[in-house]
């Protein structure tokens, strides 16, 4: 039986949830999927349990095996609601998603107890099918995720239920559990700088406990092209190359550099627009950023490791440098080129970013393990959290979760999108599995970016000098 890490255990008591569009109509469809899931709870039998909560929230682990494979995967039938060519055409907007059923019970609050590990709901619509697949935190991240659908994907595309390459280091958390015993390294004397306490009220949201006052949300579908992010890591690239840097900046950072910039404006101009409110007075800002540690421990985790292997790190910039490099009126009304002081912003931007990533390596790493472990049966840090304290803003990446390459075999085919559900809530920016070039009418890659915000501040958001430089809105909901 699979022992969750210390890390695990205080991952959000919700599930890792993403919706995949395919285009097959193949008459196989349900046969094969329900096969090749089979396959994967050979290999992940944990999938048939459930998580368990004790008495004290810290204290939890996995049931024994409670469910038959029938219990994780459920059918419907959608052809007369949903059209597939229609919803394609709309960039498969989060609304019309929305139909009952889609969503895989038992996977939105009220959670049963106990709440199971895996469901996945299987929707034949007109034209293609959508499949839903929902995973416990508890037990895996989204790259954890990822690793689940290719083994399942495999499976399909053999036609069996044996072999796909599965390698059963995949599931041991021991490297994790090794890491956080106290009698194999020494205990932080402080709690670890990518560890805080949870505020109560920040603790109840997590739990589900406290409902947020419906607002006028809106979610939004923004692409970004591969061509342009990567033009802009070239340019700043080449700028820290000419200031005598040794260091460099991925796609990524330059992304989250301008969504960072993006966001914050867009909220701070509805803010500041509202009666009797002030403008916000701190001079700097800081930013939550998860990070996945598989490959920077020393020896690394499998790339394909199914448990929660990521922290929360922070990054921090002056706040003037973020709003001005977002505000319109800085800049040319014809969007022109970046100048050489442009990318000198943004070369700051993403190297702060760059250099916060770089604090999650082995050492950081093992002083959380240690810590959670030594707390876990302790009452005088009941809320611990993920990553340094951070001004409200997250933005989390699952541009490699390789979902678009993903070969499911002739009967499933290749997903076209991944989805969320219309979302009931504010999120911040999520940077959806990158898009390779070609995978719909030759159209060029890239990545798409989601995010729900009250409709002026999405607005707002839309107006930014970032987006609207470099990126078209695919969808609003």
Same mark, same amino acid.
Request: aromatic share 8%.
């Given at each position: 039986m699979?022992?969750?890490?210390?890390?695990?255990?205080?991952? &959000?008591?919700? $599930?890792?949830?993403?919706?995949?569009?395919?285009?097959?109509?193949?008459? $196989?469809?349900?046969?094969?999927?329900?096969? =090749?899931?089979?396959?994967?709870?050979n290999d992940v039998p944990y999938l048939l349990s459930g998580i368990l909560v004790g008495e004290d929230p810290k204290h939890v682990s996995l049931s024994d095996p409670y469910q038959t494979l029938e219990d994780?995967? $459920?059918?419907?039938?959608?052809?007369?609601?949903?059209? $597939?060519a229609a919803i394609k055409e709309q960039h498969f907007p989060p609304s019309a998603l929305a139909v009952p059923g889609i969503i895989p019970p038992d996977t939105q609050p009220p959670f049963p107890s106990p709440a199971p590990v895996f469901r996945a709901g299987v929707s034949l619509v007109n034209g293609g099918f959508i499949l839903c697949v929902a995973v416990h935190h508890c037990t895996t991240d989204i790259t954890g995720f990822g690793a689940l659908l290719k083994i399942w994907a495999s499976h399909c595309r053999a036609g069996t239920t044996a072999g796909a390459g599965f390698d059963?280091?995949?599931?041991?958390?021991?490297?994790?559990?090794?890491?956080?015993?106290?009698?194999?390294?020494?205990?932080?004397?402080?709690?670890?700088?990518?560890?805080?306490?949870?505020?109560?009220?920040k603790h109840a949201r997590r739990t589900g406990s406290v409902q947020s006052p419906p607002s006028d949300l809106t979610? =939004?579908?923004?692409?970004?092209?591969?061509?342009?992010?990567?033009?802009?890591?070239h340019a700043v690239n080449e700028h820290i190359a000419s200031q005598d840097g040794t260091g460099w900046i991925s796609t990524g950072d330059i992304l989250t550099a301008l969504l960072w910039s993006a966001t914050l404006a867009a909220e701070q101009q509805v803010s500041v627009s509202a009666p009797g409110v002030a403008a916000e007075q701190k001079s700097t800002h800081t930013i939550g950023i998860p990070a996945n540690f598989r490959s920077r421990l020393n020896p690394p985790l499998p790339p394909n490791y199914l448990g929660a292997a990521f922290v929360m790190t922070a990054a921090t910039a002056p706040r003037a440098d973020l709003i001005s490099f977002a505000t319109e009126s800085a800049y040319p009304p014809d969007y022109g080129q970046l100048d050489s002081a442009l990318v000198a912003t943004l070369a700051v931007l993403a190297s702060t970013i760059r250099a916060s990533l770089r604090?999650?390596?082995?050492?950081?790493?093992?002083?959380?393990?240690?810590?959670?472990?030594?707390?876990?049966?302790?009452?005088?840090? &009941?809320?611990?959290?993920?990553?340094?304290?951070?001004?409200?803003?997250?933005?989390?990446?699952?541009?490699?979760? =390789?979902?678009y390459e993903l070969d499911w075999g002739e009967v499933v085919g290749r997903c076209e999108a991944v989805r969320l559900p219309k979302l009931a809530s504010k999120r911040y920016p999520i940077?959806?599995?990158?898009?390779?070039?070609?995978?719909?009418?030759?159209?060029?890659? =890239?990545?798409?970016?989601?995010?729900?915000?009250?409709?002026?501040?999405?607005?707002?958001?839309?107006?930014?000098?970032?987006?609207?430089?470099f990126a078209t809105v695919r969808c609003r909901s």
């Open positions: 699979v022992t969750l890490s210390p890390l695990d255990k205080i991952m &959000p008591r919700g $599930y890792v949830r993403q919706i995949f569009l395919f285009p097959s109509t193949h008459a $196989y469809i349900l046969d094969t999927l329900r096969k =090749g899931l089979g396959g994967v709870v994780l995967c $459920y059918e419907q039938d959608l052809s007369d609601t949903i059209d $597939y059963p280091s995949w599931l041991s958390r021991e490297a994790l559990i090794g890491r956080s015993n106290s009698h194999n390294s020494i205990a932080p004397t402080s709690m670890p700088k990518l560890l805080h306490i949870r505020e109560p009220d979610t =939004g579908i923004f692409f970004f092209p591969q061509s342009k992010l990567q033009a802009l890591k604090s999650v390596h082995e050492q950081s790493v093992r002083d959380v393990l240690v810590f959670l472990n030594l707390n876990e049966a302790s009452k005088d840090h &009941p809320s611990i959290t993920l990553g340094p304290r951070h001004d409200g803003i997250s933005i989390v990446s699952w541009a490699d979760q =390789g979902v940077v959806l599995p990158r898009i390779p070039s070609g995978l719909i009418n030759g159209e060029e890659g =890239g990545l798409e970016v989601i995010v729900s915000f009250d409709r002026q501040v999405l607005l707002e958001f839309e107006q930014s000098w970032p987006i609207r430089k």
